[in-house]
């Protein structure tokens, strides 16, 4: 009776059961390879996955902390071709002033060049700076203020012995603090002069009878004193160590860049019976000739300057002689008349002092008054910020002497200030660009 079902044989059935085992062999030898692979591509992809996401990570860190700074250097001279083998350094300087990085690189031909991966910190400030023709040159990095690539400019310029594009656009003398007992007054002398040309004064010889002894530099500025002047003390713009001392008042030895230069000094010049001679060779033409005394009854009598009226400085009213478009090598005599032989209240010596934040205030009052500093629309208010930072220095000194603030924080941050409120109101030796003779 046919069931339905088919009965094997024993040999159908060992052939069966061989093919089944087979299979199976099969299936197993297959399926063991395919687990692997899928492992080893799984753990492959995991790996390189970690390894993108690290890489990744760890750009995106030293993309945060560093930045690029890509410069042009070029020769402000009219139709002078930019040198070969210039070579640009990058120093970094932090609050204290002590320096955090430098790094050198060549100049490409065209005068390009970069510095990679430079550590951004907002507190560093960086420079860039290159010799020429054995003089000098540095150009301040701007701020990256969050971008990857910052890009400044150098510039450099041919030099020249002639002072002929040399003039001073403004000249302030101010009469400071008296000694009654040793007969003497200080004099502040602000100057601001200008290289008009496109060449660097880098000096001459003239008249030098050092000029055969080697390493005597060239002499460049010349700044005149009155006969019998002493205890000369440069300010601010001038370099004391590169001074050298003549018959008549010093001589600079740094080269001058052309662009505008302010500078500023103290003298003690002596007086007898009451009268103090002041008489000065101008050395270049000068514009703006500016003599200022305390209102407190004194006499004034020039052969030069005329009234000028008078102005406040300080919470002090001062008289002003004034005269302008004076020729080159003018000598200005002034005479003042009615000075103490002893300390009285009309003219007390602590009239004021010539130095600290009082001669800031002082240099402030003079370039408002005098247009030193022009000031176009969209501009920040220079002298805003000058009061700023004499209010915030105010404002350290107090809580200094209140002990809110360590010596090493306060003194640093003093600096600072200080620093940069010099920069704004007198500046440094340097061109409009930005370049300066180091």
Wanted: proline fraction near 6%; charged fraction near 20%; hydrophobic fraction near 40%.
């Amino acid at each position: 009776m046919n069931s339905g079902f088919t009965r094997e044989t024993p040999g159908q059935a060992r052939h069966c059961r061989g093919n089944k085992a087979d299979r199976a062999s099969a299936f197993r030898a297959s399926s063991l390879p395919l687990r692997g692979r899928w492992l080893l591509r799984s753990l492959v992809l995991g790996t390189v996955v970690m390894l993108a996401w690290l890489l990744a990570a760890t750009s995106i860190a030293a993309a945060a902390g560093t930045e690029t700074i890509s410069g042009t250097v070029v020769n402000g001279t009219a139709k002078a071709p930019l040198p070969s083998h210039l070579v640009v350094t990058l120093q970094g300087t932090g609050s204290s002033q002590q320096s955090t990085f430098s790094q050198s690189t060549p100049v490409s031909s065209d005068g390009r060049f970069t510095f990679a991966n430079v550590p951004a910190d907002p507190s560093v400030s960086y420079t860039v700076s290159t010799e020429y023709a054995g003089v000098s040159y540095v150009s301040a990095v701007p701020k990256a203020n969050g971008q990857s690539t910052v890009s400044v400019e150098l510039k450099i310029y041919e030099p020249t012995t002639s002072d002929s594009a040399i003039r001073i656009d403004s000249a302030s003398w101010l009469l400071g603090a008296l000694d009654a007992e040793k007969q003497q007054t200080t004099i502040l002398a602000l100057l601001t002069i200008t290289n008009a040309g496109d060449r660097v004064y880098v000096g001459d010889h003239r008249g030098d009878p050092g000029a055969a002894v080697p390493g005597i530099l060239p002499r460049t500025l010349r700044l005149v004193l009155p006969q019998g002047a002493s205890d000369f003390q440069p300010q601010m713009g001038l370099d004391p160590s590169k001074l050298l001392p003549i018959a008549n008042g010093y001589v600079d030895t740094q080269p001058l860049l052309p662009g505008q230069h302010q500078l500023a000094y103290t003298y003690r010049l002596g007086y007898a019976e009451g009268v103090a001679e002041i008489r000065v060779d101008l050395p270049y033409p000068t514009a703006k000739l500016r003599f200022l005394a305390p209102d407190v009854g004194l006499e004034f009598r020039s052969d030069r300057l005329g009234d000028g009226g008078t102005m406040p400085i300080e919470g002090r009213t001062y008289r002003i002689l004034a005269a302008d478009q004076l020729k080159a090598d003018t000598t200005v005599t002034i005479d003042v008349i009615g000075l103490p032989g002893v300390p009285t209240n009309r003219l007390d010596p602590t009239t004021m002092q010539i130095t600290g934040l009082v001669l800031i205030g002082l240099a402030i009052a003079l370039a408002t008054f005098l247009g030193l500093r022009s000031r176009g629309a969209g501009q920040t208010d220079p002298l805003a910020e000058q009061r700023a930072l004499l209010t915030s220095i105010a404002q350290l000194d107090d809580r200094f002497a209140a002990g809110q603030l360590s010596a090493e924080r306060y003194q640093a941050e003093r600096a600072r200030q200080k620093q940069r409120l010099i920069d704004l109101i007198l500046g440094s030796r340097t061109s409009p660009t930005g370049s300066g003779a180091a």
